[in-house]
């Protein structure tokens, strides 16, 4: 003991360093920096042990855990020496290699095993000997976990059961945890190949869609027929026939023309003759002239003056009277007849042209449409590269089809089925015996832990009831259950301290020596003890540390209260305001 801030919570973290292999955040850095050794003689699990650290800038240079026949022997050893049977059982060139070395020394030494639990079932996560720590240097007040000082992965709930010493509680632990986790790795492992079947089915009906309207597009893009022709020579011959149909075109129309004139003319020398024929004067102006229109004036000579050319024997011309003598009308007739014979053969003549020329016409129009449809056929050779390229589409995504097969119902993996049937039913046997011996177990250990409560200042305390979780249920007089996490810093500290005296106790009495048989407590007066109950708890520790080969760290600022309940060859006691080391 010593007063405050001179040292004591120091001591007890050194300890632990020392003892856990990792030190803990509240050991300040100012304190490990003119640290230079560290030395610890401690008895673990009837060993004597000597810890030798020798510090660099807060970080161990190098380490050595020595043993030997008794703690005498080891007090003033910093190095083997065979001759009065100092050996090293272990050493460390850094601070991270000492730590696991001191993991391993610890748990073959007390015989414990690593603490295994699942992680989110899929993985697993291995406790340690810092985890089996956390049980023997007992958390603050206002810590949460009842046991230990990790609340995750239901480590206090183990720590329960192994320092009981429960039927194959830690066979337990590593069944469950290995069934949790590879039921959910079965689960990962089918919904995953759920997931890649549901992909690939939504795949195969892209590349089905795709290749639809490849097939599509290609159909749109083949020319209904073959074509080998030039498309340049379609070109020419296209236009060489439309040339050719235009200058048909013109001898057509000019042909009609010149029908349509043989045919006025031949009708002209029809009516001619019908003169010459009926009217004398026709005769006598048969030789004459037929203008049109006046040669003077050029106006047109209209048909009312032809009228009475021929009805009042007068020019059409000038009008005047015609005279004469018609001495040979036969003659005039016959040429009339002639004239109009001539006219008919040129007329059809002009017909025959006309006809040859309409039939050309068309021929050639016939021609022309053909090679326009040629040359359309042609043009679609313009189109080849996309029509390769969506054959090629149509290529690759049948490919692509036919490699990725339709996906099948996902099998049953019948060995992982079987596997996990086997560690659920041996789970389900261990858990049954683990219960069936811890019945009689946990109802010493909540009569236990209530008269200790009580005793270390909970008068209104009933009763408690812990179980395998460790999750300690408090049932006050006269007043609703509570839980352990609902009390005050003071109330949890001296419920932790029941624990973990109960668990020697009832441990003791039944042949259960799994616990390490130490406790390390900080100040606990400080936790809003008042000093009658703190004189109750030191006493108890005290007793408890007597009877049960459990020694118990304190450290307090009070020195009364630890000369009034401590033995004093136990007391380590700095003068009042001096340092403690």
């Known amino acids: 003991m010593a007063s405050n801030f001179r040292g004591k919570s120091s001591v007890l973290e050194l300890v632990t360093w020392c003892l856990r292999g990792t030190r803990r955040d509240v050991l300040k850095a100012r304190v490990r920096r003119w ?23 807060g970080e161990i240079a190098s380490a050595i855990v020595l043993t030997g026949p008794d703690i005498t022997t080891l007090e003033e050893v910093r190095a083997p020496d065979p001759e009065r049977g100092v050996t090293s059982l272990l050493r460390a060139a850094s601070t991270a290699s000492y730590a696991e070395q001191v993991a391993g020394l610890m748990l073959g030494r007390m015989d414990l095993q690593p603490l295994l639990n699942s992680r989110k079932e899929t993985s697993t996560t291995t406790h340690g000997w810092p985890s089996y720590f956390g049980a023997i240097y007992l958390p603050t007040g206002a810590d949460k976990p009842l046991m230990g000082d990790v609340m995750t992965d239901g480590l206090p709930g183990r720590l329960l059961q192994v320092f009981l010493d429960l039927p194959a509680a830690a066979a337990l632990t590593r069944v469950k945890t290995v069934h949790d986790v590879r039921v959910a790795s079965n689960k990962a492992r089918r919904k995953e190949a759920e997931e890649a079947a549901a992909a690939r089915t939504t795949e195969r009906d892209r590349l089905q869609d795709e290749l639809v309207k490849a097939q599509e597009l290609l159909a749109s893009l083949s020319p209904s027929g073959t074509n080998d022709v030039s498309l340049v020579d379609l070109a020419h011959t296209t236009m060489d026939l439309a040339q050719a149909v235009a200058d048909a075109q013109d001898v057509w129309e000019e042909a009609d023309r010149t029908f349509r004139r043989a045919r006025t003319e031949r009708q002209h020398a029809a009516k001619l003759l019908n003169d010459v024929t009926e ?15 006046c040669p003077r004036c050029d106006q047109t000579i209209d048909d009312e003056r032809r009228r009475e050319e021929r009805q009042a024997h007068t020019c059409a011309v000038c009008a005047r009277e015609v005279v004469g003598d018609d001495e040979d009308p036969q003659a005039v007739t016959a040429e009339a007849e002639i004239r109009l014979e001539a006219t008919a053969a040129a007329e059809e003549a002009a017909k025959t042209e006309r006809e040859q020329a309409r039939a050309d016409v068309r021929q050639l129009t016939g021609q022309l449409e053909e090679a326009q ?10 189109d080849l590269p996309a029509r390769l390229a969506a054959h090629e589409a149509v290529l690759r995504l049948e490919g692509a089809l036919s490699v990725l097969e339709a996906p099948k119902e996902v099998p049953l ?134 009877d049960n080969e459990l020694q118990v760290l304190l450290t307090t600022a009070d020195f009364d209260l630890a000369n009034a309940t401590l033995p004093k060859d136990t007391i380590r006691q700095a003068a009042e305001g001096a340092p403690l080391w």
Do not use: C
């Open 413 to 546: 993996d019948e060995a992982e089925e079987k596997a996990i049937r086997i560690l659920a039913a041996a789970a389900g046997l261990l858990e049954r015996d683990s219960k069936a011996a811890a019945t009689q177990l946990f109802k010493e250990i909540n009569e236990e832990i209530a008269s200790l409560a009580i005793r270390f200042g909970l008068p209104s305390l009933e009763s408690v009831s812990i179980d395998r979780a460790a999750r300690l249920k408090i049932y006050p007089v006269g007043s609703p259950q509570e839980w352990f996490q609902d009390q005050t810093a003071g109330e949890k500290l001296r419920l932790r301290v029941a624990v973990a005296i109960a668990l020697l106790r009832i441990g003791r009495s039944n042949g259960v020596s799994t616990h390490p048989g130490l406790l390390l407590i900080d100040s606990p007066k400080s936790e809003e003890m008042q000093s009658a109950d703190a004189h109750k708890l030191f006493r108890e520790l005290a007793a408890v540390a007597a």
């Open 35 to 57: 640290l230079r050794h560290v030395d610890l003689d401690a008895t673990v699990a009837g060993t004597p042990m000597a810890f030798r650290l020798d510090l660099t800038d």
């Open 279 to 293: 009217s004398a004067t026709a005769r006598l102006l048969f030789h004459g002239l037929n203008p049109t229109s």
């Open 373 to 382: 449809a040629d040359l359309r056929r042609a043009q679609s050779a313009a």
